[in-house]
């Protein structure tokens, strides 16, 4: 945004058949990035498919946002038409670890 470049970067979100959002809310967005986030994902509501692969429950999105509000409205657009597939076991990064003693092999 202060690099003038964001209405550029907005617009090629716009012709993106898939937005996938990796790691999503592993660091907390302050207020501009929530509002930027939000604007990301109501503009792909119903237009695009969005992948967002996180380890944080629905229920702590408050914590992750500056505003609980706009959580919530993330939450609603993202859960309207979403499936949830949660994956259980083991992680494999620890399974492959090096420092551990694992060889990846």
């Known amino acids: 945004k202060r690099e003038g470049a964001l209405d550029r970067l907005l617009a090629d979100v716009g012709k993106a058949h898939l937005v996938v959002l990796d790691e999503f809310g592993y660091v907390p967005f302050d207020v501009d990035g929530a509002r930027l986030l939000y604007q990301v994902i109501s503009d792909s509501y119903e237009k695009r498919s969005m992948v967002l692969a996180t380890n944080v429950e629905f229920s702590r999105r408050g914590t992750v946002f500056a505003d609980d509000k706009l959580a919530a409205a993330i939450v609603d657009r993202v859960v309207h038409h979403g499936r949830l597939v949660e994956f259980g076991g ?4 620890l399974e492959e670890s ?6 990846g092999s």
């Not at 083991?90 to 990064?93: F, G, Y």
Request: aromatic share 0%; charged share 20%; glycine share 10%.
């Open 90 to 93: 083991p992680s494999h990064r």
């Open 98 to 103: 090096l420092m551990l003693g694992k060889s």
